[in-house]
């Protein structure tokens, strides 16, 4: 459940929004993905190709009055490859975890995402994965090229393993593409659980809130014996893990 904010703070958060935010978010967006565009062929797979795309994360959420805090960062090793998973509020997860997670990693992220201007393509070239959910063969596609850039290097996948954002705060259900990946690389899944991006930016407002956004990095799910006889089961223990620390 969202709640609710004095009309007048509103009032102000919408222009400063306008008059602020807006103009210079869509500013450091076209800069720094061009930056990243330029540099993306020299970088190759070094963790500083993606120093512009944390960089914006921050400033993005430092414009939008946004304070964050992590909660966790011991639970994980930086050079280590993780399937991540969190529970998915916002828009406003994808500079959360871009800005502070240490690990480098690929999104796999809605078709869509790669229409946006400019950011679609820095997208691609970063090596980040689009997803067409609406065909399974195309998913399934996806999920094995996310595969393939898992056994390539030291990186790892993030999902929101409930494929679209919240409507009303609550975890709706988990889709088993990040399992799956799992189950057959035996890679370590890392819960994460996101706090307050719902209330900042909930689906269908086009204007941030200002206040906390909370991630928390829950320690690595062993994933030696998984199979497809307790997919499931991993399934759901994934899901209470990141139920626990929910703020509703």
């Known amino acids: 459940m969202r709640y609710k904010i004095n009309p007048i703070l509103q009032l102000l958060a919408v222009i400063y929004h306008i008059t602020i935010f807006f103009p210079l978010g869509i500013i450091t967006t076209i800069i720094l993905c061009i930056i990243t565009i330029i540099i993306l062929p020299f970088a190759g797979n070094a963790h500083w190709g993606n120093y512009p795309a944390i960089l914006w994360a921050r400033i993005l959420c430092t414009l939008s009055?946004?304070?964050i805090k992590v909660q966790g960062q011991e639970n994980i090793?930086?050079?280590?490859s993780y399937i991540f998973v969190a529970n998915h509020q916002s828009l406003y997860d994808m500079p959360l975890v871009y800005g502070w997670l240490?690990?480098?990693f690929?999104?796999?992220?809605?078709?869509?995402?790669?229409k946006m201007p400019i950011m679609g393509k820095t997208c691609e070239l970063m090596g980040h994965i689009f997803i067409d959910r609406s065909n399974p063969m195309r998913a399934k596609h996806s999920l094995d090229l996310a595969k393939q850039k898992l056994k390539q290097g030291n990186s790892s996948i993030f999902l929101f393993p409930e494929g679209t954002r919240t409507r009303n705060g609550q975890i709706g259900r988990f889709k088993r593409g990040?399992?799956?990946i799992a189950r057959d690389l035996h890679l370590p899944i890392v819960p994460i659980t996101i706090n307050g991006a719902f209330n900042a930016l909930p689906k269908g407002l086009n204007y941030i809130t200002p206040g906390?956004?909370?991630?928390i990095i829950h320690s690595p799910i062993d994933t030696t014996n998984l199979n497809d006889e307790n997919l499931n089961e991993i399934i759901n223990q994934v899901k209470t893990?990141?139920?626990t620390d929910l703020k509703l």
């Open 77 to 80: 090793n930086p050079e280590a």
């Open 212 to 215: 906390s956004i909370e991630m």
């Open 102 to 104: 240490k690990n480098d």
């Open 106 to 114: 690929k999104w796999i992220i809605k078709k869509e995402f790669k």
């Open 178 to 180: 990040a399992f799956t």
């Open 65 to 67: 009055l946004v304070h």
């Open 241 to 243: 893990i990141i139920q």
